[in-house]
């Protein structure tokens, strides 16, 4: 297979290393996108998609926009996200994406605080709700939308359509500036607070891509299958920028609702996600498996179990032994009815913004399932470490890449050193100062342990409950053993200043009929005592593996789920902690009653 990466001394910008991979490969296949219209996936190549970022740069120029200035956007994973950005930054402009479903107030205090003075949006998916605080957009003087919109009339509003100038001929623009300068400003989700906005270089984005691509080998025949939001720099710097200096294909999802349906058809060899998509898969397994007879289940689990010492044979961290020879038979009996459900064709299946549960990436890895946990922020561009597929062990999140330090502070600090570090907060030196010391170590407030060059991250520094009798518990690592029970689909752990654990359960509505029917518990209410008396008994399986003292004596459970839309997860599905306990205050107070 044939690989083609762009050597950072061949480009200073990320639209120079574009005009570069043009340069390299004019007809070659850059974008693939599903047309609702014909009902049919377009391709666009190399030279086509810059042709079309010297066409909407020739409109940008129509407004009063100078090197520096920031434009927004709001839009969903696409070609034109693409080229809206590559004549932005072109033009020496600098990008701030928000996440396409993000609140009107949030947009309104992240562009006002970016100062953006233009704002691209999909249409009426972003405008029905964000057109609320448009008044409050004040530095905005352009809002553009791929699509028609209705609703709310503003003068700034313009169709992309009629925006476009319409002459044959345009000349690219080349105003990119020094690598030093800034290419975009991302604003952290963050669990809590308000977000800030990491200033990151086109130096940062390029140098972390080459390091990356030194790690994992791209071929210029690979195909990425883009889902996760671009407004995150996981899936922008990995499932973006990375095929671009690559020369790999990206296919745009169609959306999370449907793809299982879009890994089918795409056929992807590599795939960016984070854990949550394979704990949905998981827990579609483990509920399939029920329905199975006794001897399927078993089948089952021997191909779990062979697979993953054949995997750990393969690592060199187990011997030979004679249950492999049954491998070729179960591959293709039980696992590869999995990895067909993924396409087919994986090679790198890399998850990150999260831990990922061992049990989890026992059962997809023991199928075949080439899972590569990596570890990074927003404010390291982002990638810090990830694991090879010579060298994967999935309970660290890998090895540092090229060119980053790594460094275990005296209290357990991972910190971090390199190219890749922000430029710092925007406008918010103090934030800035707190994370990056003197001696220019970023501080990412994750806890690690080291072996064999390997990290393992074993918590957050802030993020341990200490109970009221001073006893401490790992809330993150008793969610993620809760969770893998099918019917609770999200799990948060209390406890902090109080006298034991108690949780909030998000139920799965089809797994908790089914349960609710098995242990007859159906037409309860799920505050009624028999309810919760069966979610403490589940929990205390589960988390049987903890302390005496990390027992959940209490818990509450509700059908409604936590998302990103109603604020309480990050655009990563990470939960937020504070939000959801504001929100369910009440809920916990009653939890505690007469303690």
């Not at 010579?390 to 309970?395: G, I, Y």
């Given at each position: 297979?044939?690989?083609?990466?762009?050597?950072?001394?061949?480009?200073?910008?990320l639209p120079?290393?574009?005009?570069?991979?043009a340069r390299r490969s004019p007809s070659s296949i850059a974008y693939r996108q599903y047309d609702p219209t014909t009902q049919s996936w377009l391709d666009y190549s190399w030279q086509q998609t810059l042709d079309d970022i010297a066409h909407w740069q020739a409109s940008f120029e129509k407004h009063d926009l100078q090197a520096g200035d920031r434009v927004a956007v709001m839009a969903h994973n696409s070609h034109e996200w693409v080229v809206y950005e590559q004549a932005a930054l072109g033009l020496g402009l600098i990008v701030v994406p928000l996440y396409i479903n993000d609140s009107a107030d949030n947009v309104a205090y992240i562009l006002n605080h970016a100062e953006a003075k233009m704002l691209f949006i999909d249409g009426d998916d972003q405008w029905s709700?964000?057109?609320?605080?448009?008044?409050?957009?004040?530095?905005?003087?352009?809002?553009?939308?791929?699509k028609p919109t209705t609703g709310i009339l503003d003068e700034r509003l313009l169709i992309i359509h009629d925006w476009l100038l319409t002459e044959k001929t345009f000349y690219l623009k080349k105003n990119d500036g020094p690598p030093s300068a800034m290419a975009t400003i991302v604003y952290t989700s963050g669990t809590t607070g308000k977000p800030k906005g990491v200033m990151l270089s086109h130096q940062n984005i390029l140098t972390n891509l080459a390091s990356s691509l030194e790690t994992v080998d791209v071929f210029t025949t690979d195909l990425f299958l883009s889902f996760l939001p671009l407004s995150h720099m996981l899936e922008r710097t990995a499932g973006y920028y990375l095929p671009m200096m690559s020369g790999a294909t990206v296919a745009f999802s169609r959306g999370v609702p449907v793809l299982g349906e879009d890994l089918l058809t795409i056929k992807?060899?590599?795939?960016?996600s984070v854990p949550r998509i394979y704990e949905k898969v998981y827990a579609k397994i483990m509920d399939g498996l029920d329905q199975k007879s006794p001897i399927a289940r078993g089948l089952f689990y021997q191909a779990v179990d062979v697979g993953w010492h054949r995997f750990n044979y393969q690592q060199g961290r187990a011997s030979w032994h004679p249950k492999l020879i049954l491998w070729p038979l179960l591959e293709k009996i039980i696992a590869r009815k999995v990895t067909e459900k993924l396409g087919g064709r994986l090679r790198i299946a890399l998850t990150a913004g999260a831990a990922i549960s061992p049990k989890i990436a026992e059962l997809f890895i023991g199928l075949g399932v080439p899972i590569l946990q990596g570890y990074g922020l927003t404010e390291t561009s982002p990638v810090i470490s990830v694991n090879?597929?010579?060298?994967?062990?999935?309970?660290s999140v890998g090895l540092a890449i090229p060119n980053v330090e790594i460094h275990k502070s005296?209290?357990?600090?991972?910190?971090?050193?390199?190219?890749?570090?922000?430029?710092?907060?925007?406008?918010?030196?103090?934030?800035?100062?707190e994370v990056i010391d003197q001696a220019g170590w970023f501080h990412s407030g994750d806890k690690i342990e080291m072996k064999d060059d390997h990290i393992y991250i074993v918590g957050r520094m802030k993020d341990i409950i200490v109970?009221?009798?001073?006893?401490?518990?790992p809330p993150n690592d008793m969610e993620l053993a809760a969770s893998l029970y099918p019917c609770f689909e999200q799990v948060l752990i209390i406890g902090e200043g109080r006298p034991f654990p108690t949780a909030l359960i998000v139920l799965e509505p089809e797994q908790w009929a089914k349960e609710a029917k098995k242990y007859q518990l159906e037409g309860l209410a799920l505050n009624n005592k028999k309810v919760e008396k069966f979610l403490v008994d589940k929990l205390a399986q589960l988390l049987k593996d903890f302390p005496g003292y990390a027992t959940v004596h209490r818990a509450a459970c509700?059908?409604?789920p936590w998302t990103v839309e109603n604020a309480m997860l990050t655009p990563t599905l990470k939960t937020k902690r504070k939000i959801i306990l504001e929100n369910y205050a009440e809920t916990v107070k009653k939890l505690y009653v007469g303690h």
């Open positions: 297979m044939k690989t083609d990466t762009i050597p950072v001394s061949n480009t200073s910008t120079g290393l574009f005009r570069e991979r709700e964000i057109s609320k605080e448009a008044k409050q957009f004040t530095t905005i003087k352009t809002i553009l939308s791929l992807p060899t590599i795939l960016i090879t597929l010579e060298s994967n062990d999935p309970a005296e209290k357990g600090e991972l910190m971090a050193k390199g190219p890749n570090v922000m430029l710092g907060y925007w406008k918010n030196q103090q934030a800035t100062d109970l009221s009798n001073g006893e401490k518990i509700t059908l409604e």
